[in-house]
Nanobody, 115 residues
Framework: QVQLVESGGGLVQPGGSLRLSCATSARIFSIYTINWYRQAPGKQRELVASITRDGATHYVISDPGRFTISRDNAKNTVYLQMNSVKPDDTAVYYC?????????WGQGTQVTVSS
């Protein structure tokens, strides 16, 4: 059973910061590309950022300078650092591991940006 365990979500004020974590097994971490998706109420799930097993990063959101995806190889964990958050960032954030046609998903963590 592949597990992706997200943590770090919560309530944050506009302009604040939050760091999400996605922990998984060493096997998954060493092979799969790890992605962060998010799904806002009433909207489709969208890709936010990706990081490959070699550490190459890719951002999809319109203002990628606010978010940073990184990985800690010693902890088998991928992070999504979110800075200068906006109310539009409110969503459930999901960690995804992808290798070809194989996908694994975490349970999601809620991020709410509100004053």
């Amino acid at each position: 059973q592949v597990q992706l365990v997200e943590s770090g979500g919560g309530l944050v004020q506009p302009g604040g910061s939050l760091r999400l974590s996605c922990a998984t097994s060493a096997r998954i971490f060493s092979i799969y590309t790890i992605n962060w998706y998010r799904q806002a109420p009433g909207k489709q799930r969208e890709l936010v950022a990706s990081i490959t097993r070699d550490g190459a990063t890719h951002y999809v959101i319109s203002d990628p300078g606010r978010f940073t995806i990184s990985r800690d190889n010693a902890k088998n964990t991928v992070y999504l650092q979110m800075n200068s958050v906006k109310p539009d960032d409110t969503a459930v954030y999901y960690c995804n591991a992808n290798f070809g046609h194989v996908d694994y998903w975490g349970q999601g963590t809620q991020v709410t940006v509100s004053s």
